[in-house]
C-alpha cells in the first residue's frame, strides 16, 4: 500500500516569496492532515479536513497560509508572504476517520526562509 | 487545555541498556495516547498506544503503560538497539479533539 506522499522534499525561499506544498494521502482515507513541525518543537496542526470540508483551522495564520483539499483528495499548502518563522518542516497526514487518532505522515517538505 | 510534557533529550544510552523515556500528560476528559517514532530520513509513525486507564501498549519490544493516577505514559524498553536510534513523540487525543504531541525525545544508541 503507497504511503502518504509529498513535494517538494525540500525548498528554499526568500522571505516575502511564496511556497506551494502538495499532498496525497492514503488512498480511502478521509482525513487529511497538515502540520507544522519547527527544530525542537513536536509537531502543531495547522489545518485539518474531513473529506473536502475543514474540521479545525483554528491554528493556521490565516493571513498568509491557505490550505485547499479539491475533490476529497490531494491537498496542498500555500503560503504568501513567507516570513523567517516559517522555516519548518511541514507534514501531511492522512487517517482513516479522524477519530482514533492513528495517522500516518508523508516524509514531510522542510522549508527554509532566508 | 490539552498538553503533553516529555522528557528533555537528547538520551544516549549503550546498545542492549534499558530505556525509560517519560511522558506526563494534562487533559480533559478521558484521552487516548499513543508514542509516534520518527526514524532518521522518515516521516513519523505509530509506534503504540492506549485508549483507556491501566491499557499497555506494546510494539517492537517497546511498552507503555496508561497511569490514570499519575497522569503518565512513560516509554520503556528492556533491551535497545542501534536501530532503536529515533526521536520519540508523545502525543494524546481527547474525544475529538486534534492529536497534540510533545516535544520530542531524541534517542541514540551506540554499539
Known amino acids: 500500500e503507497a504511503g502518504v506522499a509529498q513535494s517538494p522534499r525540500y525548498k528554499i525561499i526568500e522571505k516575502r516569496q511564496s511556497v506551494a506544498f502538495w499532498c496525497n494521502p492514503i488512498s480511502g482515507h478521509a482525513t487529511l492532515y497538515w502540520y507544522q513541525q519547527i527544530l525542537g518543537q513536536g509537531p502543531k496542526l495547522l489545518i485539518q479536513f474531513q473529506n473536502n470540508g475543514v474540521v479545525d483551522d483554528s491554528q493556521l495564520p490565516k493571513d498568509r497560509f491557505s490550505a485547499e483539499r479539491l475533490k476529497g483528495v490531494d491537498s496542498t499548502l500555500k503560503i504568501q508572504p513567507a516570513k523567517l518563522e516559517d522555516s519548518a518542516v511541514y507534514l501531511c497526514?492522512?487517517?482513516?476517520?479522524?477519530?482514533?487518532?492513528?495517522?500516518?505522515f508523508g516524509e514531510g517538505s522542510r522549508l527554509t526562509v532566508l | 487545555g490539552n498538553s503533553v510534557t516529555q522528557m528533555e533529550g537528547p538520551v544516549t544510552l549503550s546498545e542492549e541498556a534499558f530505556l525509560t523515556i517519560n511522558c506526563t500528560y494534562t487533559a480533559t476528559g478521558y484521552p487516548s495516547l499513543f508514542w509516534y517514532v520518527q526514524y532518521p530520513g522518515e516521516g513519523l509513525q505509530l509506534l503504540l498506544k492506549a485508549t483507556k486507564a491501566d491499557d499497555k501498549g506494546s510494539n517492537k519490544g517497546f511498552e507503555a503503560t496508561y497511569r490514570k493516577e499519575t497522569t503518565s505514559f512513560h516509554l520503556e524498553k528492556g533491551s535497545v538497539q542501534v536501530s532503536d536510534s529515533a526521536v520519540y513523540f508523545c502525543?494524546?487525543?481527547?474525544?475529538?479533539?486534534?492529536?497534540?504531541f510533545g516535544t520530542g525525545t531524541r534517542l541514540t544508541i551506540i554499539p
Open positions: 497526514a492522512s487517517s482513516l476517520d479522524g477519530i482514533t487518532g492513528e495517522l500516518f
Open positions: 502525543a494524546l487525543t481527547a474525544g475529538s479533539e486534534k492529536l497534540t
